[in-house]
């Protein structure tokens, strides 16, 4: 009854805790939704005007003469502005430009990639595809004075943020988007001088022949007008995304974690062999005083294993004694972890042997057993009780150090997660997943240790 308040009381506890975190959690995303839902700050005609040329004037590449070309005979005037909610602000605006997309036809594309592609270097090429780029552009119409409805955020950062999607700049620049994807896209081989030109693949030449109308980039995105926490957990979304489910990377430490599993229960069961006949060799010697030369060897191997770190092991195992024989990367990290492991089992060992009474042996002998059996019937099943904790331990100190075999290119867990951050030049979310994984796998395994501690003090009392 006791027992079952006292698990009663943990589980209040518990849930009480989960509630308040959700608690806290719903008025935060309701003091965010109030905050961001609400309308942004009123602006004047002359200051949108303001952040609409500003913003314009910075889109053209530098060295883009045409791009500068058209930016300087677009107009775009500001009528007025509406604040709405979300933070949004509609600039209605008025605009004129020079109607590239017409004027850039399919004849005069072929034109400019021709010219290009007659050039003898790269450079001269963007050079002569801008010059009839030029040509063309300044024999471009201006279109008449349009309507059009500009977009921008209040943010919490950067203040007032005009909206550029695709389709503003491609309308204001009077369909320079357009002549770009045609350019890229659907121009495959060219016809000059009597010659086929294949620009399909040919990325330097495609470059080249929109160079002069190239854009800096910009983001089509809605700016992010949320809070600090919303931005915060909406970057959090997006690098978790980025990180593990696009294209399947989270299948790296899926597959990472199948490897290290599978090294570390190998090289236990190897090394709790090797454990085991280290540590009879040792406890016969010192009990009997036989096999001397095998406890000299076991004390060398012992000193050896022991004083050297794991990873240069593993490194001369693999690098040094096995590659040269043909063997592969895993069984390589087996034999290495299960070698080293085998050093420290046959300490537990042998000292949970060595800790069982002496008389345990006499009586043994008493009743008329010899060595051996004594040591097989009386001495090992409570070695065995006295060790067993002490060799979980051992596993859970295994699986940790198995975290150096990629250094041999094996593809463990840590490697999925390198793989990961290789693929994404992110540090923060692959390596943290990793070390979350470890953290869970030894938190379990340690508390499958304590049941099994308890359940041993528990026989021990009856």
Same mark, same amino acid.
């Given at each position: 009854?006791?027992?079952?308040?006292?698990?009663?009381?943990?589980?209040?506890?518990?849930?009480?805790?989960?509630?308040?975190?959700?608690?806290?959690? @719903?008025?935060?995303?309701?003091?965010?939704?109030?905050?961001? +839902?609400?309308?942004?700050?009123?602006?004047?005609?002359?200051?949108?005007?303001?952040?609409?040329?500003?913003?314009?004037?910075? !889109?053209?590449?530098?060295?883009?003469?045409?791009?500068?070309?058209?930016?300087?005979?677009?107009?775009?005037?500001?009528?007025?502005?509406?604040?709405?909610?979300?933070?949004?602000?509609?600039?209605?605006?008025?605009?004129?430009?020079?109607?590239?997309?017409?004027?850039?036809?399919?004849?005069?594309?072929?034109?400019?990639?021709?010219?290009?592609?007659?050039?003898?270097?790269?450079?001269?090429?963007?050079?002569?595809?801008?010059?009839?780029?030029?040509?063309?552009?300044?024999?471009?119409?201006?279109?008449?004075?349009?309507?059009?409805?500009?977009?921008?955020?209040?943010?919490?950062?950067?203040?007032?943020?005009?909206?550029?999607?695709?389709?503003?700049?491609?309308?204001?620049?009077?369909?320079?988007?357009?002549?770009?994807?045609?350019?890229?896209?659907?121009?495959?081989?060219?016809?000059?001088?009597?010659?086929?030109?294949?620009?399909?693949?040919?990325?330097?030449?495609?470059?080249?022949?929109?160079?002069?109308?190239?854009?800096?980039?910009?983001?089509?995105?809605?700016?992010?007008?949320?809070?600090?926490?919303?931005?915060?957990?909406?970057?959090?979304?997006?690098?978790?995304?980025?990180?593990?489910?696009?294209?399947?990377?989270?299948?790296?430490?899926?597959?990472?974690?199948?490897?290290?599993?599978?090294?570390?229960? !190998?090289?236990?069961?190897?090394?709790?062999?090797?454990?085991?006949?280290?540590?009879?060799?040792?406890?016969?010697?010192?009990?009997? @005083?036989?096999?001397?030369?095998?406890?000299?060897?076991?004390?060398?191997? !012992?000193?050896?294993?022991?004083?050297?770190?794991?990873?240069?092991?593993?490194?001369?195992?693999?690098?040094?004694?096995?590659?040269?024989?043909?063997?592969?990367?895993?069984?390589?990290?087996?034999?290495?972890?299960?070698?080293? +492991?085998?050093?420290?089992?046959?300490?537990?060992?042998?000292?949970?042997?060595?800790?069982?009474?002496?008389?345990?042996?006499?009586?043994?002998?008493?009743?008329?057993?010899?060595?051996?059996?004594?040591?097989?019937?009386?001495?090992?099943?409570?070695?065995?009780?006295?060790?067993?904790?002490?060799?979980?331990?051992?596993?859970?100190?295994?699986?940790?150090?198995?975290?150096?075999?990629?250094?041999?290119?094996?593809?463990?867990?840590?490697?999925?997660?390198?793989?990961?951050?290789?693929?994404?030049?992110?540090?923060?979310?692959?390596?943290?997943?990793?070390?979350?994984?470890?953290?869970?796998?030894?938190?379990?395994?340690?508390? !499958?240790?304590?049941?099994?501690?308890?359940?041993?003090?528990?026989?021990?009392?009856?």
């Amino acid at each position: 009854m006791k027992k079952m308040d006292k698990r009663l009381r943990r589980l209040i506890v518990v849930l009480s805790v989960i509630l308040a975190v959700a608690a806290i959690v @719903g008025a935060l995303v309701a003091i965010d939704s109030i905050i961001t +839902s609400g309308k942004a700050k009123d602006i004047s005609v002359e200051e949108a005007q303001t952040l609409v040329d500003t913003t314009l004037d910075d !889109l053209p590449v530098n060295i883009a003469k045409s791009a500068i070309e058209i930016r300087k005979n677009t107009v775009v005037t500001v009528k007025s502005v509406e604040s709405r909610k979300n933070k949004e602000l509609v600039f209605h605006c008025t605009y004129t430009t020079l109607d590239v997309k017409t004027s850039i036809n399919e004849e005069a594309i072929n034109e400019i990639v021709a010219s290009a592609a007659d050039a003898f270097s790269a450079v001269m090429g963007q050079i002569q595809a801008e010059n009839t780029l030029n040509k063309y552009i300044a024999s471009a119409e201006r279109t008449p004075e349009r309507e059009i409805d500009i977009y921008a955020y209040e943010t919490r950062n950067e203040g007032i943020k005009l909206h550029l999607s695709d389709e503003t700049v491609n309308t204001v620049f009077g369909g320079i988007l357009d002549v770009q994807d045609r350019i890229n896209g659907t121009m495959s081989y060219v016809d000059s001088d009597g010659k086929t030109h294949d620009i399909s693949r040919d990325n330097a030449l495609r470059d080249g022949c929109v160079g002069g109308i190239s854009l800096k980039n910009y983001s089509s995105e809605r700016p992010d007008t949320s809070t600090a926490i919303r931005r915060t957990w909406n970057n959090f979304k997006d690098e978790f995304h980025r990180n593990f489910i696009k294209d399947g990377r989270w299948k790296y430490l899926a597959k990472g974690l199948g490897t290290t599993l599978a090294i570390t229960a !190998l090289a236990l069961v190897l090394g709790i062999v090797i454990g085991v006949v280290i540590a009879v060799v040792r406890c016969t010697y010192a009990k009997t @005083g036989k096999l001397i030369v095998l406890d000299k060897i076991c004390k060398v191997y !012992l000193s050896i294993i022991r004083g050297t770190p794991v990873m240069i092991q593993l490194m001369i195992i693999y690098f040094v004694l096995l590659l040269p024989v043909g063997i592969e990367k895993f069984p390589a990290a087996v034999i290495c972890f299960g070698v080293n +492991s085998g050093a420290y089992v046959s300490e537990i060992i042998r000292g949970g042997i060595m800790a069982v009474d002496d008389g345990q042996s006499e009586a043994g002998r008493s009743l008329g057993l010899g060595y051996v059996a004594t040591m097989w019937h009386i001495v090992v099943p409570q070695a065995f009780k006295a060790i067993l904790p002490s060799l979980a331990n051992e596993f859970i100190t295994l699986l940790k150090e198995t975290s150096v075999a990629f250094y041999i290119g094996v593809a463990d867990l840590t490697q999925g997660g390198l793989k990961i951050r290789s693929l994404t030049y992110s540090n923060f979310m692959p390596l943290i997943a990793v070390a979350l994984i470890y953290l869970v796998l030894v938190l379990a395994l340690s508390y !499958l240790v304590s049941l099994l501690e308890r359940r041993l003090r528990k026989s021990d009392r009856r």
